[in-house]
Structures are given as structure tokens and as C-alpha cells.
């Protein structure tokens, strides 16, 4: 199937895949279609990808490369997060205990199955679509058990099903995350487009043909998720009281503490001051994004698909001579786009009469 993939398929994917996670945000439809615009705006910084022209780079070098992904989620999740929680009175109770119930209870299994269940199919097919990834799935998984719970304005008090619906999606999105990668050579997330840039140095190129021509690669790949999990409770299970004392650091060494690594981190990529300067008006972004209730994830899925979406856009229009219809004349790229405006006119249309006649 993923021979039939060409140009007007890859754009109708994308495009499905960021309507999806419109569709599936907690807020209101106008606040999630503002920030997939900006995400896809900020896609577009930086040097023309086919004929080199500077697009909205304000003069400097530092933008001729695009924005960075790295310094655009710290400032946004790390220095963000910071500055809104500064303004918050926290009041911190450490209770003295052993730590103990490592595992789920029998009734912990009852309360958390359906969860567990629309939590994995949703990590999976949103770790399928390009963009999607693991915190976007996660997001996507809570949001919708806090929509479908009974006791909603219990959730962040430690319900288990928001514990358990955003674990499973995490998981499952990462197994699925390799299905585009690994069929199509799209790396939907930043980590696979780490992995994407591993297998082309070693000479190999992800796609169509990658599990015909490379198969003790593939079956690797699969093994090692099965050890990968088993690794993880080997060291999470015994460590957890060391994880636990983190959270017995003092706020007022921890947020500086977290400052200087998103800082640190951002500058150390490319040795550039101007990432430094990203990091902080994205901090400021992120900040006014959470006092509004704008969600970051969208602004990321989009900022990552940003530049792919408008290479096949105009590799589409290069094939029909500037015809729109293209993406409506075949068959794989006719679906995708009718579930997108499904989704957003399911979304969009009610809005709208409640505006009207509300």
C-alpha cells in the first residue's frame, strides 16, 4: 500500500492527522485551529525549500535554518511551565512513608480496563499518523477519559483512569510511531527523525521496500520493543524511591535549576546565542498559552509537519498543473480528506448554530 503513496497522499495524511488532534483537543475548535495556523506558520521560517529564498527570517542567521524544534518545546513546556507555576501559591506536603502497593489491585485492573483499552487504540493510531507521537497521544487519551468520566472534576487528584489512559497511549504510540518511519520514510516525531537520520548514515533507506530488503533490521526493531519494556521494569520498579525523593527538592532551587537546562540544552546544539533568545520568547509563548488555556501539543504537531506538508503541497500542485482536484481524483487521497473536513465541519458547524441561534 505504501507504493500507491505519492505527493497528494502524503498532504492529505498530514492533513488528516492535524485535524484529528484538532478534533480531539479539550478546548474550543477556534482555539485549536489558531494554534495549528501559528504551528504551520513557524513551519515556514527559514530558507525556501526549493528555491532558496529567505522567508521571514527579520534579517538574521539565526532564523535562515528555521526555528529550532528543541528550543521551541523548552520554551514552550519547560520555561512556560516555569513562569506559570511561579505565579501559582503551591503549598508542598511531604507525608514520611514507606513506599509500597507497586502494583495495581484487582479492582485497580476493574476501574482502569476501558481506559487502558481506548488509551492503547488512540496511542497507536495517533502514533501512526505523522506528528502524532507520544505526548500529543497522551494529551489526546486524557482529555478524552476526563470528557467520557462520570466524576470529571476528579481528575488530577490521582483517578487511575487518567493514570492509566495516558500511560497506555505513551506506549502504544511509540510502537506505532515506527509503522510511517519504517513504510513510508516519514519520521512523524522528532525521535524518529533522529532514528530516520541513523539508518541513512548507515546506508539505509526507510520506505516501501524497507522490510523486504532489510528484514533481520525489522525484526530487531520489534524484538527490541519486547525487551525494551522489560528493561523498564527491571529499573523503574527498584529505583521508584529515587525518582520519589526528586520531588522533595525545594521550588525554589528546582524551577532555576530547570531554567538552566532548557537553556543550556537549546545553546548547546547548535552553539548559537540566538537559540537562547527563542527559548525565551517561547517561554513567554507558553506562558500566556496555559493562562489563556491554549494547548502547546497542537502548536508542536503542527510546527513538525509544518515544512512536509507544504513540500507535498507543491509537489502535488507540480503534478497537476496547480489543480486543486488532484487531492480528490485518487482514491487513498480522497479519504484521508474527507475524513478531515468530516471532522471539521463536525466541529466547526455546531459552533457555529450555537452562535447563531444560541
Known amino acids: 500500500m505504501a507504493l500507491k503513496f505519492g505527493p497528494p497522499e502524503y498532504f492529505s495524511l498530514m492533513v488528516m492527522g492535524l485535524t484529528l488532534i484538532v478534533f480531539l483537543s479539550s478546548g474550543p475548535i477556534s482555539k485549536g485551529l489558531l494554534m495549528a495556523s501559528f504551528g504551520l506558520f513557524l513551519g515556514t521560517i527559514g530558507l525556501d525549500s526549493m528555491t532558496s529564498t529567505p522567508r521571514f527570517t527579520l534579517g538574521t542567521m539565526t532564523l535562515l535554518d528555521g526555528v529550532g524544534l528543541v528550543p521551541v518545546v523548552m520554551g514552550l513546556f519547560g520555561i512556560g511551565e516555569v513562569l506559570s507555576n511561579l505565579e501559582q501559591p503551591i ?7 514507606k513506599i509500597g502497593h507497586l502494583f495495581p489491585t484487582a479492582q485497580d485492573w476493574i476501574e482502569s480496563k476501558g481506559a487502558i483499552m481506548r488509551g492503547s487504540l488512540i496511542g497507536f493510531f495517533l502514533g501512526c499518523l505523522p506528528g502524532g507521537g507520544t505526548v500529543l497521544s497522551s494529551f489526546a487519551s486524557y482529555a478524552i477519559e476526563k470528557r467520557l468520566s462520570k466524576t470529571p472534576e476528579k481528575f488530577g487528584t490521582g483517578m487511575i483512569a487518567g493514570v492509566a489512559a495516558p500511560e497506555a497511549a505513551n506506549n502504544a504510540a511509540t510502537g506505532g510511531a515506527f509503522i510511517p518511519l519504517l513504510s513510508l520514510g516519514i519520521p512523524g516525531t522528532a525521535v524518529m527523525a533522529i532514528m530516520l537520520g541513523a ?26 520493543m519486547y525487551i525494551g519494556n522489560v528493561m523498564l521494569l527491571v529499573l523503574n520498579l527498584p529505583l521508584i524511591g529515587l525518582w520519589v ?88 487521497s480522497l479519504v484521508f480528506m474527507l475524513v478531515a473536513i468530516f471532522l471539521l465541519a463536525s466541529s466547526v458547524i455546531p459552533a457555529i448554530k450555537k452562535k447563531k441561534f444560541g
Open 245 to 332: 525523593r526528586v520531588l522533595k527538592v525545594p521550588y525554589s532551587i528546582l524551577f532555576p535549576l530547570i531554567l538552566i537546562f532548557c537553556i543550556i540544552g537549546a545553546y548547546s546544539l547548535k552553539n548559537n546565542i540566538g537559540d537562547i533568545l527563542i527559548v525565551i520568547i517561547f517561554g513567554i509563548i507558553g506562558y500566556l498559552m496555559r493562562k489563556y488555556d491554549y494547548e502547546a501539543p497542537l502548536l508542536v504537531l503542527a510546527f513538525v509537519l509544518g515544512p512536509r506538508m507544504e513540500v507535498s503541497l507543491r509537489r502535488s500542485f507540480l503534478l497537476s498543473d496547480g489543480s486543486p482536484l488532484v487531492f480528490f481524483q485518487r482514491p487513498i
Open 91 to 97: 503549598k508542598r506536603e511531604i507525608f514520611k512513608t
Open 199 to 224: 539508518l541513512i548514515l548507515h546506508g539505509i533507506q526507510p520506505g516501501p521496500l524497507f522490510i523486504k530488503d532489510h528484514p533481520n533490521l525489522f525484526w530487531g526493531v520489534v524484538t527490541s
